[in-house]
């Protein structure tokens, strides 16, 4: 009785914990994300900083390297985002007036059709619930929440950069501070906590890409204004999970309605759903599932709390945040069994293959 009364204590004790953690987290969710994105970077670019060292690259040229191609390519995507939303907003008043006649066009053809039935149409204002107010509004957000990123870039790129300096002599410091058994294993730890997100992040990108060019080539054909534009929004929020790639489709549909007619947005709807379907739910459970060993309900639920706790950049880091945790929790016997829950129906497959690969990698730089 007494040992059954400790346990339920120790898991209210380890409940109680939790919440407080995730409490001060979501309090201090500004700090703690600029820390999270510069780690973030600092794993993906940990591969190619060893690659240039190994070829005899000076450690401070190859990071400044990094941090120059990670500068460029944010200041190309937000550049070319933003401006074309300017470019969109311009015809704001041209895109108010298209909205007003489909409407009233709209309303019209639905009364007549139930008018046949000896039904009334119930008024509803449409305008309330999607225009081109509302349209311009997310694309504006989405333009505030990527400046606020890189209004956070020197703070951000400057962690990451001693993140990379520190990279190593950390496993020194771990030999030193905790012993030669327990610094391999918690090498080897990280290790795959960095295998796992580099091959969720190359994937993912590559099947966004794919996307976005997808989209674009879609809005082109069906003479959509600023392809580009809904290309790139689909290449950026196809690495929200779940629910990222459909809401791209929205503002381009409903531009698709205002400026061409019904048929063109029903097309486009269906254009994007073929899209989606191909490359959310073909390719990627094959490819991407494989990387993570995440279930598929693990990844919403994960999608959900992040970005409770961490805002829009939660729902960005929520799959890299979730597999690290899971490999963490898979390192001790007593959390063991919450790893397994996360876990997909081939993360066995999955654990041995970043095993694999993370013995691999510390034998080379044992080796070196």
Not at 1 to 14: E, G, K
Not at 103 to 124: D, K, N, P, S, Y
Not at 235 to 249: D, K, R, T
């Amino acid at each position: 009785m007494r040992d059954d009364a400790t346990r339920v204590h120790r898991i209210l004790l380890n409940l109680a914990a939790f919440v407080i953690i995730i409490a001060g987290m979501r309090a201090a969710s500004a700090l703690l994300v600029s820390f999270l994105l510069a780690l973030f970077l600092a794993v993906l670019c940990s591969t190619p900083l060893r690659w240039m060292t190994d070829h005899k690259v000076p450690k401070f040229v190859a990071v400044l390297s990094l941090v120059l191609v990670i500068l460029a390519v944010g200041t190309v995507i937000g550049g070319l985002f933003g401006t074309l939303v300017v470019e969109l907003g311009s015809t704001e008043a041209q895109l108010d007036r298209l909205f007003a006649e489909q409407v009233e066009a709209l309303e019209v053809t639905l009364g007549a059709w139930l008018a046949r039935f000896g039904l009334q149409a119930r008024q509803i204002d449409i305008g309330e619930l999607l225009s081109p107010s509302w349209l311009l509004g997310f694309l504006r957000q989405l333009v505030e929440n990527l400046g606020l990123i890189l209004a956070n870039g020197f703070l951000i790129i400057l962690t990451m950069v001693f993140m990379l300096l520190e990279v190593s002599s950390f496993p020194t410091k771990m030999r030193v501070a905790f012993g030669e058994a327990e610094a391999t294993e918690a090498r080897a730890n990280f290790g795959k906590v960095g295998t796992a997100v580099r091959r969720y992040v190359g994937l993912k990108t590559v099947i966004s890409l794919a996307t976005g060019l997808s989209v674009m080539g879609l809005t082109a054909l069906l003479g959509i204004s600023y392809p580009i534009l809904w290309g790139v929004l689909a290449f950026l929020l196809n690495y929200v999970p779940n629910i990222g790639s459909f809401i791209a489709a929205v503002p381009a549909v409903l531009l698709a309605w205002l400026q061409i007619g019904l048929g063109t947005a029903l097309a486009a709807a269906a254009g994007y759903l073929v899209i989606n379907i191909f490359w959310a739910n073909v390719v990627e459970p094959r490819v991407l599932g494989y990387s993570v060993g995440l279930s598929t309900l693990v990844v919403f639920a994960s999608l959900v709390f992040w970005a409770w706790v961490l805002g829009p950049v939660g729902m960005l880091l929520s799959v890299p945040l979730t597999v690290m945790f899971r490999i963490v929790l898979g390192t001790s016997e007593t959390t063991r069994w919450i790893a397994v829950m996360l876990g997909s129906e081939r993360s066995d497959e999955i654990t041995s293959a970043i095993d694999a690969e993370v013995a691999l990698a510390m034998g080379r730089s044992g080796d070196a």
